[in-house]
């Protein structure tokens, strides 16, 4: 692999993938393998699939509460190789910098061997986009400590039964909003824009991403990006969930991928300052591709089954605002004005 | 002027008792520290805070953005093998009531301040031991220091047992709002020497989160194993007792001070009837004591140094002495047996089936950081001996200095 970049991924220099092909040859081992009971076409268990490959041995992974928890981790059966511990389902950020915050006095003061150990603490929706924002916002802001938070976002808390979480799309049936005769919309609130968040407000957080486990080597080369990255790091992955979306587990991936090419799910990262599409988004952004109907991707899921023409055309409409109005597509919503200064006159 | 720490082990300073813990968390060399602010516990942070910007001792210092944040990095620090700080007050603790039962079930040897305050709402900033009493039944270690001098032997006794791997568990530092935390005092601190002799490093052993020790830590257990870890940790508070008691014996050879390790007997020796309680009750007790000494008044005070592990033998052994009992809860149960506070139940619940029991009877007082007057103390006092006096059970529980 001569004239490779390399990047220093706990105590290994490690390359990125670029193609899907490359994992075979360039990410071998595993470090979450059998012992867990996720669902059958669970595309978070992927998420913890590529997110422990892209970071080797010398990790320390954190988990909150969720499916990744409960589905994941039964005691004498779990799937990981590296060091894991179970956090609180709003503590995700807090994990992260409480275990990072131990290594670095530690090394600091003699008291452990030094090296660079990865630390990553991941949730699920529930843990990063409701309940968990104030710890995962307080954990960008250190500077100081290296770590990286992944929020896998299956778009509801799936593990206690599909109720609405602050991820999950408008309109979508869960547990919490089932469509009735008086209110065929129960959920009437649009999807939180969560990584946008945690870039814009944390300017000291350089690298900032989104993942879809129907691109691996997307998602494998932002784990190593964001371990690399001084600091802390953030990524938020979309995961198609066949219990909670209603549909055959064997269209996850198509389902992942429809997520990306309707434009609802742009893939992108943000590093030190600089925003860049990946994959399919990035040529959707610079005009060689069209985006897909969104209905595409509605239709194939049974949560929104009671969906109206009306229904479609809102949510079109939506993804459309997200393309045509935002400065940068589905991740700045709202654009420079005009210099008030002119408007006077 | 001389920092604290530039004047420590030379003789008597004048501190108050968050300053003190603040020097017992620099001289255990604690490596990870948060803070978030809430009275009156808040004070100790800014004690430790100067000294880490002052460079008196190295520690990652982190002021949080919540209680729950604040206990949830120590406690993933502290699974690393960090040796830990924290603390909070009131409603605080409360917001962080999730780490604080998480860390008792993980076992963690998490050091905590408690700064006792009132739960608001209504608001409130004074004394009330609830909120350090709730941690009571999960496993947490809990003590109660009465003046800034004992802050010494309880905060390091606080390490020295709850990192004990015969015991890892949380160890709460209960001391009452103001009147402690606020209230200086003359204090002998020891020594970084005598220190290092007593504390040894904190060792997680092979339940360390590492990349060498690749283990899995809380997975789900459900109702295959989970009645086996709760009797892990009943057989550790256990064992904390007797940690605690070879500890202490320990801190006696090394600082030479302190004489038992559960309980403060004040003037019980021919004492017919004592007070009991906690923390800094002791203070306006001891005075109205010996006033009423003067009287002829043979009353004795008893105070539990320990909430948990709850002394019970030495309070047995303590209480069978005496022909009455008065417990005196700085905090309330609502609605629990005879309406009584938490203390007196557990004391009650103490002393059952003892041949030769004394009669008990519960006091109310102080709540909300109300001043706890010598008057209020003699009183108590009297109802006691008067019980003593008749022999007749008095069940009811009497709220003091309360108007209406």
């Given at each position: 692999m001569s004239g490779e970049t390399l990047y220093q991924i706990g105590t290994q220099q490690l390359p990125l993938m670029g193609k899907v092909n490359a994992i075979p040859q360039k990410a071998v081992e595993e470090y979450y393998t059998s012992g867990h009971r996720t669902c059958q076409g669970c595309e978070s268990a992927l998420i913890m699939r590529l997110m422990a490959?892209?970071?080797?041995?010398?990790?320390?992974?954190?988990?909150?509460?969720?499916?990744?928890?409960?589905?994941?981790?039964?005691?004498?059966?779990?799937?990981?190789?590296?060091?894991?511990?179970?956090?609180?389902?709003?503590?995700?950020?807090?994990?992260?910098?409480?275990?990072?915050?131990?290594?670095?006095?530690?090394?600091?003061?003699?008291?452990?061997?030094?090296?660079?150990?990865n630390v990553i603490s991941f949730c699920g929706d529930g843990g990063g986009v409701d309940m968990g924002v104030a710890g995962i916002s307080a954990a960008l802001m250190h500077a100081e400590y290296n770590h990286l938070i992944i929020c896998y976002d299956n778009e509801s808390y799936a593990n206690t039964d599909i109720q609405i979480s602050g991820a999950s799309p408008w309109g979508a049936n869960t547990t919490f909003t089932p469509p009735g005769k008086k209110f065929r919309i129960m959920h009437t609130r649009w999807k939180k824009n969560i990584a946008a968040l945690y870039a814009v407000g944390h300017t000291r957080c350089n690298y900032v991403a989104t993942g879809d486990a129907s691109f691996p080597a997307d998602l494998i080369d932002k784990v190593r990006k964001g371990l690399a990255t001084p600091?802390?790091?953030?990524?938020?992955?979309?995961?198609?969930?066949?219990?909670?979306?209603?549909?055959?587990?064997?269209?996850?991936?198509?389902?992942?991928?429809?997520?990306?090419?309707?434009?609802?799910?742009?893939?992108?990262?943000?590093?030190?300052?600089?925003?860049?599409?990946?994959?399919?988004?990035?040529?959707?952004?610079?005009?060689?591709?069209?985006?897909?109907?969104?209905?595409?991707?509605?239709?194939?899921?049974?949560?929104?089954?009671?969906?109206t023409e009306e229904d479609y055309a809102y949510f079109q409409g939506e993804v459309d605002k997200m393309w045509d109005n935002w400065s940068m597509p589905g991740v700045i919503p709202f654009k420079l004005g005009e210099d008030p200064a002119k408007k006077k006159k | 002027?001389?920092?604290?720490?530039?004047?420590?082990?030379?003789?008597?300073?004048?501190?108050?008792?968050?300053?003190?813990?603040?020097?017992?968390?620099?001289?255990?060399?604690?490596?990870?520290?948060?803070?978030?602010?809430?009275?009156?516990?808040?004070?100790?942070?800014?004690?430790?805070?100067?000294?880490?910007?002052?460079?008196?001792?190295?520690?990652?210092?982190?002021?949080?953005?919540?209680?729950?944040?604040?206990?949830?990095?120590?406690?993933?620090?502290?699974?690393?093998?960090?040796?830990?700080?924290?603390?909070?007050?009131?409603?605080?603790?409360?917001?962080?009531?999730?780490?604080?039962?998480?860390?008792?079930?993980?076992?963690?040897?998490?050091?905590?301040?408690?700064?006792?305050?009132?739960?608001?709402?209504?608001?409130?900033?004074?004394?009330?031991?609830?909120?350090?009493?709730?941690?009571?039944?999960?496993?947490?270690?809990?003590?109660?220091?009465?003046?800034?001098?004992?802050?010494?032997?309880?905060?390091?006794?606080?390490?020295?047992?709850?990192?004990?791997?015969?015991?890892?568990?949380?160890?709460?530092?209960?001391?009452?709002?103001?009147?402690?935390?606020?209230?200086?005092?003359?204090?002998?601190?020891?020594?970084?020497?005598?220190?290092?002799?007593?504390?040894?490093?904190?060792?997680?052993?092979?339940?360390?989160?590492?990349?060498?020790?690749?283990?899995?830590?809380?997975?789900?257990?459900?109702?295959?194993?989970?009645?086996?870890?709760?009797r892990q940790s009943s057989e550790a508070a256990k064992r904390a007792y007797t940690v605690l008691k070879d500890a202490h014996k320990d801190f006696c050879r090394i600082f030479g001070e302190s004489t038992n390790p559960f309980l403060d007997e004040y003037m019980t020796e021919d004492a017919d009837v004592v007070l009991c309680g906690l923390g800094t009750l002791s203070l306006p007790v001891k005075v109205a004591i010996r006033e009423m000494r003067k009287e002829g008044k043979k009353v004795g005070l008893v105070r539990l140094k320990w909430f948990r592990p709850f002394p019970t033998e030495e309070l047995r052994a303590s209480l069978s002495r005496f022909k009455a009992v008065g417990v005196v809860d700085r905090d309330y149960s609502f609605g629990s047996p005879f309406h009584g506070g938490i203390l007196l139940n557990e004391v009650k619940a103490a002393l059952y089936g003892l041949d030769k029991q004394?009669?008990?009877?519960?006091?109310?007082?102080?709540?909300?950081?109300?001043?706890?007057?010598?008057?209020?103390?003699?009183?108590?006092a009297d109802e006691i001996l008067a019980i003593a006096k008749s022999g007749k059970a008095d069940t009811q529980v009497e709220w003091i200095g309360v108007r209406g």
């Open positions: 490959k892209a970071a080797g041995p010398r990790t320390i992974i954190l988990g909150s509460t969720g499916c990744m928890y409960v589905a994941n981790t039964t005691y004498y059966s779990t799937p990981w190789v590296v060091p894991w511990m179970h956090t609180q389902l709003g503590s995700c950020g807090s994990a992260a910098t409480g275990t990072a915050a131990a290594l670095r006095a530690l090394m600091r003061k003699g008291k452990m061997k030094q090296e660079p150990i600091g802390p790091a953030f990524i938020h992955t979309l995961d198609p969930c066949p219990k909670g979306w209603d549909y055959d587990p064997f269209y996850s991936h198509k389902l992942g991928e429809l997520a990306v090419e309707t434009g609802l799910f742009p893939l992108w990262e943000m590093t030190n300052g600089e925003l860049t599409y990946t994959g399919i988004s990035a040529r959707l952004v610079y005009g060689n591709r069209k985006r897909r109907p969104v209905r595409e991707y509605l239709e194939a899921q049974g949560r929104f089954h009671h969906f | 002027m001389a920092t604290a720490a530039q004047q420590a082990g030379v003789g008597v300073q004048l501190l108050t008792g968050s300053e003190v813990m603040a020097n017992v968390v620099r001289l255990a060399d604690v490596d990870v520290i948060t803070a978030y602010p809430i009275r009156p516990y808040d004070t100790v942070m800014q004690y430790v805070s100067r000294f880490i910007s002052n460079g008196e001792f190295d520690a990652d210092y982190i002021p949080a953005e919540s209680e729950h944040g604040q206990f949830e990095i120590v406690k993933h620090a502290c699974a690393c093998g960090a040796r830990v700080f924290t603390g909070s007050s009131g409603v605080g603790w409360l917001y962080a009531m999730e780490p604080l039962a998480v860390t008792a079930g993980l076992r963690l040897p998490m050091v905590a301040l408690v700064g006792c305050r009132a739960l608001d709402d209504p608001g409130a900033f004074g004394t009330e031991h609830n909120d350090a009493m709730l941690v009571r039944d999960l496993g947490w270690l809990i003590t109660f220091p009465d003046a800034a001098q004992e802050v010494v032997e309880l905060g390091l006794l606080a390490y020295r047992v709850a990192e004990d791997p015969k015991v890892f568990l949380p160890c709460a530092i209960a001391m009452d709002g103001a009147f402690l935390t606020h209230s200086q005092a003359t204090v002998r601190l020891p020594s970084q020497e005598q220190v290092k002799k007593f504390l040894p490093p904190y060792n997680r052993g092979d339940m360390l989160l590492h990349p060498d020790n690749p283990i899995t830590i809380a997975p789900q257990a459900n109702e295959d194993w989970l009645m086996e870890v709760r004394p009669r008990v009877k519960g006091f109310v007082c102080g709540l909300g950081g109300r001043e706890v007057l010598l008057e209020n103390v003699k009183h108590m």
